[in-house]
């Protein structure tokens, strides 16, 4: 991985989800959080996006301090603003006032100009039923690709 490339995946979210709308949103950081994301050194596994006072705010994304940062030095689990218009705001403060509906990060990556992007999605949490099937048609797919190779 270069030095200008960050691919930060969240693997867990299509099988956890039923994903919808996918929204990419920039992020509102300080100078060691940006050095620490760009080493990598971030998680978006357990996060989720809320919206308070129309503004999103990405909430339990892990970034590790920065190793040569001073007192300067940012908390690792802190509410992060998004940068979106207000016609999504609106969109996604709908979404979620049903029950059940959630605000997934899916991916952070950095932009052409070397902005930091997320993009996230809409969606409803699976029942155990629905991610048994999604396991069943890998295996399937899977199978099926060994007897084409054969």
């Known amino acids: 991985m270069s030095k200008n490339e960050v691919n930060i995946k969240n693997k867990r979210a299509r099988f956890e989800y039923q994903l919808d709308e996918v929204f990419?949103?920039?992020m509102v950081l300080s100078g060691t959080e940006i050095k620490s994301i760009r080493n990598g050194k971030a998680s978006i596994l357990e996060a989720y996006c809320i919206v308070e006072s129309g503004q999103v705010f990405?909430?339990?994304?892990?970034v590790s301090p920065y190793e040569n940062g001073s007192?300067?030095?940012?908390?690792?689990?802190?509410?992060?603003?998004?940068l979106l218009n207000k016609k999504e705001i609106k969109?996604?403060?709908?979404w979620l006032k049903t029950k059940g509906?959630?605000?997934?990060?899916?991916?952070?990556?950095?932009?052409?100009?070397?902005?930091?992007?997320?993009?996230?999605?809409?969606?409803?949490?699976?029942?155990?039923?629905?991610?048994?099937?999604?396991?069943?048609?890998?295996?399937?797919?899977?199978?099926?690709?060994?007897?084409m190779k054969k």
């Open 58 to 62: 990405i909430r339990n994304m892990h």
């Open 91 to 94: 969109k996604l403060e709908k």
């Open 101 to 147: 509906n959630t605000i997934v990060p899916l991916k952070l990556f950095l932009s052409e100009k070397g902005w930091l992007k997320l993009e996230m999605a809409t969606g409803v949490g699976k029942k155990l039923h629905d991610k048994r099937h999604d396991l069943k048609a890998k295996d399937d797919r899977r199978e099926m690709d060994r007897a």
């Open 24 to 26: 990419t949103a920039g």
């Open 71 to 82: 007192f300067y030095n940012h908390m690792a689990r802190s509410d992060r603003k998004l």
